[in-house]
T-cell receptor, first 112, second 113 residues
């Protein structure tokens, strides 16, 4: 089992709809969770961080964390074509290690 | 701009040559990380520093790879005797503490011919 798993996609969503991205992780003791957006040929850009169970909202983005189910998700409301990118889930603290472990990323396409 | 910077942005080299990359973190950040990313994959951890101390190295980091952060500010990553399999994007990130958000630089894209 991979330490952090994401569906690689591609995920296609019509413009204006809600995009839902999911991530599971292997270690229940993991401490902090992040979503990065990565455009083709560019480096990852941090868009959300979440540290405790529940929802965290920032503009059109909502991160959801369920530690009991070892599950993190990212919702993007009112999707725009500029949201088309690869979204990387990253987990800190797997097996006590102080580093980020990334999923392989989900490629999202917003269709006008 | 006070973000993470990396140089060079692109490097093309021949197999067997040595290359060195530089990373300048956000100024108040104590932690500096190196990752490597290949096409279609998420970044993979290579090593990290707290101030000038290198605290962890991945098994991915063979003895051809060495990293330094001599005064706890900028860091260098050197690859000796490059191989075609070293071709990747090398990413640097920094954070304030171990649990904090990590911010990435633009990366150095290495191509080994």
């Amino acid at each position: 089992q991979k330490e952090v798993e994401q569906n690689s996609g591609p995920l296609s969503v019509p413009e204006g709809a809600i995009a839902s991205l999911n991530c599971t992780y292997s270690d229940r003791g993991s401490q902090s969770f992040f979503w990065y957006r990565q455009y083709s040929g560019k480096s990852p850009e941090l868009i959300m961080s979440i540290y405790s169970n529940g929802d965290k909202e920032d503009g059109r983005f909502t991160a959801q964390l369920n530690k009991a189910s070892q599950y993190v998700s990212l919702l993007i409301r009112d999707s725009q074509p500029s949201d088309s990118a690869t979204y990387l889930c990253a987990v800190n603290g797997i097996q006590g290690a102080q580093k980020l472990v990334f999923g392989q990323g989900t490629r999202l396409t917003i269709n006008p | 701009d006070t973000g993470v910077s990396q140089n060079p942005r692109h490097k093309i080299t021949k197999r067997g040559q040595n290359v060195t990359f530089r990373c300048d973190p956000i100024s108040e950040h104590n932690r500096l990380y190196w990752y490597r990313q290949t096409l279609g994959q998420g970044p993979e951890f290579l090593t990290y520093f707290q101030n000038e101390a290198q605290l962890e190295k991945s098994r991915l980091l063979s003895d051809r790879f060495s990293a330094e952060r001599p005064k706890g500010s900028f860091s260098t990553l050197e690859i000796q005797r490059t191989e075609q399999g070293d071709s990747a994007m090398y990413l640097c990130a920094s954070s304030l503490t171990s649990a904090d958000e990590q911010f990435f630089g633009p990366g150095t894209r290495l191509t080994v011919l």
